[in-house]
């Protein structure tokens, strides 16, 4: 917290000050120059300068019911004079005047906190309005309501109704800005005391105004009726009080490039791209060409594809020709290919059997298997179907297979999938 300002430096600060903060485009108050993309609207410091009084005062109506908190409020009070209008109420009303992220306000403050701490003990009773005394006439950065610019001209209209009601003063109430109407919609003028184009004065007396739409296409009009047109629109001729549409593709007024063609709309026309198979044309679809594009003829009064696979244009080897909208294409025979510019046949692979690719070794151990399936065989014959050595036969066929198959599984399994 600074200390208090003695009474011999106010008036200089004051002044200083004041020429520093009244000169154009004041850069301490300039925001970093944004995106060229999307710049954002630029406040003028006195929106700074209102939001930060606007926030004081928040905090003063915060802190009328606090004290000093030291225990014994009318000891501190008596001693200490009024928590009111104390030096501990400024400082804690200062500590949140401003956000953390609103870097504009605390550079304001930074720099008119001695003249807050001189409003605050020496000008309250004088000047109670903090805004009209710091941002007004302290520091040059607003106006009242109802003016702008440098010397607070008052906007067109009055400062008491600023542009008749029905518009922005631009600059309004700052030092800035250019005192321009924006007016609302339906209303124009100088000062927005007229009804602007496309409408007309529904009522009027000394202090109001209202503005109604024109039909449609008229721009100026004495009533809401089509037949009340007095001035039409662009693309719209005044006819019998009436606006009725120009016809921009008949009377040669169209501009269209060289293969498009016009078509006509409500107080304005089109131009539209010509079929494909046209070079220039009159309207839409392959019956309006003037003439036919490449790989067209004309065919009556329209122009069609010209079929160039009725002729040998493929020279190539196993080509054939393809027909396509206003060309063709040679492409290769079916069962050939394209390498290197030539048509040639496709290999098709031979499928190849169950037991191709095996190993010898694998082969020997197949070998051996079935000879043994055959020696068991002979055996159970020979026992003339005794039931033990029909089970050694079973045994010795299953371990044998198992013993194949645990070094063929995968490979076996792909075979019988593929059909080998």
Request: aromatic residues 8%; glycine residues 12%.
């Given at each position: 917290?600074?200390?208090?300002?003695?009474?011999?430096?106010?008036?200089?600060?004051?002044?200083?000050?004041?020429?520093?903060?009244?000169?154009?485009?004041?850069?301490?108050?300039?925001?970093?120059?944004?995106?060229?993309?999307?710049?954002?609207?630029?406040?003028?410091?006195?929106?700074?300068?209102?939001?930060?009084?606007?926030?004081?005062?928040?905090?003063?109506?915060?802190?009328?019911?606090?004290?000093?908190?030291?225990?014994?409020?009318?000891?501190?009070?008596?001693?200490?004079?009024?928590?009111?209008?104390?030096?501990?109420?400024l400082v804690e009303v200062l500590e949140s005047v401003c956000s953390k992220s609103d870097f504009e306000?605390?550079?304001?403050?930074?720099?008119?906190?001695?003249?807050?701490?001189?409003?605050?003990?020496?000008?309250?009773?004088?000047?109670?309005?903090?805004?009209?005394?710091?941002?007004?006439?302290?520091?040059?950065?607003?106006?009242?309501?109802?003016?702008?610019?440098?010397?607070?001209?008052?906007?067109?209209?009055?400062?008491?109704?600023?542009?008749?009601?029905?518009?922005?003063?631009?600059?309004?109430?700052?030092?800035?800005?250019?005192?321009?109407?924006?007016?609302?919609?339906?209303?124009?003028?100088?000062?927005?005391?007229?009804?602007?184009?496309?409408?007309?004065?529904?009522?009027?007396?000394?202090?109001?105004?209202?503005?109604?739409?024109?039909?449609?296409?008229?721009?100026?009009?004495?009533?809401?009726?089509?037949?009340?047109?007095?001035?039409?629109?662009?693309?719209?001729?005044?006819?019998?009080?009436?606006?009725?549409?120009?016809d921009e593709c008949g009377t040669e007024r169209a501009s269209c490039g060289a293969n498009q063609f016009c078509v006509n709309t409500e107080g304005s026309y089109e131009?539209?791209?010509?079929?494909?198979?046209?070079?220039?044309?009159?309207?839409?679809?392959?019956?309006?060409?003037?003439?036919?594009?490449?790989?067209?003829?004309?065919?009556?009064?329209?122009?069609?594809?010209?079929?160039?696979?009725?002729?040998?244009?493929?020279?190539?080897?196993?080509?054939?020709?393809?027909?396509?909208?206003?060309?063709?294409?040679?492409?290769?025979?079916?069962?050939?290919?394209?390498?290197?510019?030539?048509?040639?046949?496709?290999?098709?692979?031979?499928?190849?059997?169950?037991?191709?690719?095996?190993?010898?070794?694998?082969?020997?151990?197949?070998?051996?298997?079935?000879?043994?399936?055959?020696?068991?065989?002979?055996?159970?014959?020979?026992?003339?179907?005794?039931?033990?050595?029909?089970?050694?036969?079973?045994?010795?066929?299953?371990?044998?297979?198992?013993?194949?198959?645990?070094?063929?599984?995968?490979?076996?399994?792909?075979?019988?999938?593929?059909?080998?």
């Amino acid at each position: 917290m600074a200390s208090l300002p003695r009474r011999g430096l106010v008036p200089p600060l004051l002044w200083g000050l004041s020429l520093f903060l009244s000169l154009p485009g004041p850069v301490w108050l300039q925001p970093s120059p944004p995106p060229q993309s999307s710049p954002p609207t630029e406040l003028h410091p006195c929106h700074t300068c209102r939001g930060l009084v606007d926030s004081f005062n928040k905090g003063l109506e915060r802190t009328i019911r606090d004290n000093f908190g030291g225990g014994n409020t009318a000891w501190e009070e008596e001693k200490l004079s009024k928590y009111k209008d104390s030096e501990t109420r400024l400082v804690e009303v200062l500590e949140s005047v401003c956000s953390k992220s609103d870097f504009e306000c605390h550079r304001l403050l930074e720099l008119s906190e001695e003249l807050v701490e001189s409003w605050w003990f020496h000008k309250q009773q004088e000047a109670p309005d903090l805004f009209q005394w710091l941002c007004s006439d302290s520091l040059k950065l607003c106006c009242p309501s109802g003016t702008f610019g440098p010397s607070c001209l008052p906007c067109p209209g009055g400062p008491e109704k600023p542009c008749g009601g029905y518009g922005q003063c631009e600059g309004e109430g700052t030092r800035g800005g250019s005192g321009r109407c924006d007016c609302q919609a339906g209303y124009g003028g100088e000062a927005c005391g007229q009804c602007g184009l496309g409408y007309f004065e529904a009522e009027r007396n000394a202090s109001h105004l209202v503005c109604s739409a024109c039909f449609g296409p008229c721009a100026r009009c004495s009533g809401p009726e089509e037949s009340n047109c007095l001035q039409c629109k662009k693309g719209w001729a005044l006819h019998h009080l009436k606006c009725v549409d120009i016809d921009e593709c008949g009377t040669e007024r169209a501009s269209c490039g060289a293969n498009q063609f016009c078509v006509n709309t409500e107080g304005s026309y089109e131009c539209r791209d010509c079929a494909k198979a046209c070079l220039g044309c009159m309207g839409a679809g392959p019956g309006r060409c003037k003439k036919c594009s490449p790989g067209y003829q004309q065919v009556g009064s329209k122009c069609l594809d010209v079929d160039e696979c009725e002729t040998e244009v493929c020279p190539g080897e196993n080509q054939q020709c393809e027909n396509m909208e206003g060309s063709y294409r040679c492409v290769c025979a079916e069962g050939y290919k394209q390498i290197e510019g030539i048509c040639v046949k496709e290999q098709i692979p031979e499928s190849a059997g169950f037991f191709s690719e095996m190993t010898e070794d694998e082969l020997v151990v197949l070998q051996q298997m079935f000879f043994g399936v055959i020696i068991c065989a002979l055996a159970t014959l020979a026992a003339k179907g005794d039931l033990v050595f029909t089970a050694i036969f079973i045994g010795a066929v299953a371990a044998m297979t198992g013993y194949w198959l645990s070094e063929r599984s995968d490979r076996v399994l792909e075979g019988f999938i593929k059909g080998r």
